[in-house]
């Protein structure tokens, strides 16, 4: 009956959509609905997120740190994947007046665990459930994601049943905060999969980056007509984006990165208000996954992007009172001055950019060299990637838009990064992929 109940409440939308549902559809919220701290709605006009009584919608990013800024932007929220560090995260969060989505982290399949193992899904509950009980009462919790596109790399149902089990022993322990479990693609089967398997999960949760706009009508037709959180978005993937000849994805500038995600949240968050809770852009910090700055919003030293800036406008509606620079293009010049990406090794090249500040302050720059990161060979496990350590004593005056650098003696693929600092706190960036060697040493890859 419980179950039944559940389910009636997920996919009717029918009284009040929470963690423990108790109301029959159609019923009015009863009292202890309404005094759980976050709770899901629907009226007339879609459902809603509600925190303490509020409506709560969600201006988040995911990362583990800089929260004053974030909350000075105008965000209200982070997501962490895991609960590694989470006293220090929520009391941190909760001091800037922000809310975590905390992560309950599972190893997928794929990555070797077996979820038939009868004692290694008992440790797992029993570590998840001293985390619940230690941090189920901070002030900054919204919610709990129970691990990350646990369906990549697998079509096995009880994956999902052993979500399903701890969703129901989260309701138990905490009957005020929802949950939900982040997916990675909206398909009908996977979708089936949840509904059948899930009925305790609260609320659907799904990464998506170049497919944003389209993601309503996506979960539309996969048979998903409940409420939902973008628990990542961002620029095109490195999986989404053109191609070099030696299968190099090609990044996006920062300026191009701002101008994306603007059009993607208006159109797959703000495009959908009747359905969607809000989203959590990725990534609050630096990253390295495929390069150190596709993602990352922010540099080395903490150096706001445009992407950075175009989240406050979002958000807020306006704009920092010093925007980050606007980098326009990057080129590689052979002697002759024609753009070339296919570099012989020892001989020397010319690179410039063309970037301008909105303020007119003086731009320096910074010039680096690396090898093409070995992202392909991690299988997806992007955690482990390291940034590759750059060529050294190839670059001459790489403080100025013109630089000049010899191609590396060792053949493959290598990037070219520029940095552009305004000197009041922000950043443009931008990278050429080349391929070093001859077409031989090419085709051989």
Not at 229 to 244: A, M, R, S, V
Not at 393 to 408: E, I, K, W, Y
């Amino acid at each position: 009956m419980r179950k039944l109940v559940y389910l009636l409440l997920l996919f009717t939308g029918a009284g009040v959509m929470g963690c423990r549902p108790q109301e029959r559809p159609g019923s009015q919220p009863d009292s202890a609905s309404e005094s759980r701290t976050v709770i899901i709605r629907k009226d007339d006009h879609g459902y809603r997120l509600y925190r303490n009584g509020q409506p709560f919608f969600i201006k988040g990013v995911g990362g583990y740190g800089y929260y004053d800024r974030l909350r000075a932007m105008g965000g209200n929220s982070i997501r962490v994947w895991d609960t590694n560090d989470a006293e220090r995260i929520l009391d941190q969060a909760h001091a800037q007046d922000l809310t975590v989505m905390l992560g309950l982290w599972l190893i997928r399949e794929k990555e070797g665990f077996d979820f038939f193992n009868q004692e290694a899904v008992a440790q797992l509950k029993e570590r998840i459930r001293q985390d619940v009980l230690r941090y189920r009462n901070h002030p900054a919790l919204l919610m709990w994601c129970i691990g990350n596109e646990m369906e990549l790399g697998t079509a096995n149902g009880k994956v999902w049943r052993v979500i399903n089990e701890i969703a129901a022993m989260i309701h138990e322990l905490d009957p005020n905060h929802p949950t939900t479990t982040a997916m990675n693609a909206i398909l009908p089967e996977k979708i089936r999969l949840l509904q059948k398997e899930c009925p305790h999960i609260d609320i659907l949760s799904v990464n998506r980056y170049g497919g944003l706009a389209h993601l309503a009508e996506d979960a539309r037709q996969a048979g998903w007509n409940g409420p939902y959180i973008i628990t990542e978005y961002g620029p095109p993937g490195y999986w989404e984006t053109p191609l070099t000849e030696w299968k190099a994805p090609i990044e996006p500038t920062s300026s191009q990165k701002a101008q994306f995600l603007s059009s993607r949240y208006k159109a797959g968050v703000l495009g959908d208000s009747s359905r969607c809770l809000g989203a959590y852009a990725f990534y609050w910090g630096q990253k390295q996954e495929c390069t150190t700055t596709w993602f990352g919003m922010l540099g080395e030293k903490g150096e706001k992007t445009a992407v950075a800036d175009m989240l406050q406008y979002l958000w807020s509606g306006q704009w920092p009172a010093n925007k980050a620079p606007h980098l326009v293009s990057i080129h590689v010049h052979d002697q002759a001055g024609l753009n070339t990406s296919r570099l012989l090794p020892g001989t020397t090249y010319t690179a410039s950019v063309a970037a301008q500040d909105p303020e007119g302050d003086s731009l320096r720059y910074h010039w680096e060299l690396l090898p093409e990161s070995d992202w392909r060979e991690l299988d997806g496990s992007v955690d482990k990637e390291i940034k590759p350590l750059p060529v050294r004593g190839v670059l001459r005056s790489d403080n100025t838009a013109t630089v000049q650098f010899t191609c590396p003696a060792q053949s493959g693929p290598y990037r070219l990064f520029v940095y552009a600092y305004d000197g009041k706190g922000s950043v443009a960036t931008a990278n050429v992929p080349f391929f070093a060697g001859d077409n031989k040493q090419l085709s051989s890859r």
